[in-house]
């Protein structure tokens, strides 16, 4: 699962899903709690699972994230940045 995520500076996250396992590419969109930084998006059309990081961990170059599939049920993923590739002419 690779997520493409973008922050305004209101808190709107926008972006993309995609699933390698089914080559899709799904918009998805959430936002940050600004009194706890934590962001917490999900991919249109769907109710769940929600994603929950803290905004500063998103920073990073690996951090863990919370992933809600029902009210009592999350698991801890490991979410790691992949860089994009240098160009080459």
Do not use: C
């Not at 930084?37 to 803290?54: F, L, M, T």
Request: no cysteine; hydrophobic share 35%.
């Amino acid at each position: 699962h690779i997520f493409q995520l973008a922050v305004n500076k209101t808190g709107v996250i926008r972006g993309n899903y995609y699933d390698a396992v089914t080559d899709t590419t799904t918009p998805l969109s959430g936002s940050v709690d600004k009194k706890s930084q934590r962001a917490a998006w999900k991919v249109d059309g769907s109710k769940a699972p929600v994603y929950e990081a803290g905004i500063a961990n998103l920073t990073q170059a690996q951090t863990t994230m919370m992933v809600h599939y029902a009210k009592d049920r999350s698991v801890q993923y490991a979410l790691i940045r992949v860089e994009e590739p240098e160009k080459t002419e």
